[in-house]
């Protein structure tokens, strides 16, 4: 069974950090590439970041280039995300899934799985 399972949630001011991570297990890691997606109160989940499997790939939404990074740890099976220059429109629950990598596309290149865990929220106050 595929379990994801994200952490590092939390409350933040503007302009501060919060770095996530997510586990996935049941699966084996190196074989997929991963990705961060965010549901705000009220709006569609949406994407935000993706690692290929090596990690030499990443891409990210243009809301969120510049301020957030993805990384990977393939021997500890877990993924971050590095939030710095919060802003109260990054509000949501975070989600993180596995999934595979388009390379021969221009446009975002991932694709996840069904395999939606809890997800953890941020709250970025003003």
């Known amino acids: 069974q595929v379990q994801v399972a994200e952490s590092g949630g939390g409350l933040a001011q503007a302009g501060g950090s919060l770095r996530l991570s997510c586990a996935l297990s049941?699966?084996?890691?190196?074989?997929?590439?991963m990705g961060w997606f965010n549901q705000a109160p009220g709006k569609e989940r949406e994407f935000v970041a993706a690692?290929?499997?090596?990690?030499?790939?990443?891409y990210y939404s243009d809301s969120v280039k510049g301020r957030f990074t993805i990384s990977r740890d393939n021997a500890e099976n877990s993924v971050k995300l590095q939030m710095s220059n919060l802003k109260p429109e990054d509000t949501a629950v975070y989600y993180c899934?596995?999934?595979?990598?388009?390379?021969?596309?221009?446009?975002?290149?991932?694709?996840?799985?069904?395999?939606w865990g809890q997800g953890t929220l941020v709250t970025v106050s003003s």
């Open positions: 690692i290929n499997w090596s990690g030499d790939r990443v």
């Open positions: 049941g699966r084996a890691f190196t074989t997929y590439a």
């Open positions: 899934n596995y999934g595979t990598w388009d390379y021969d596309t221009s446009g975002p290149p991932f694709t996840p799985s069904n395999a």
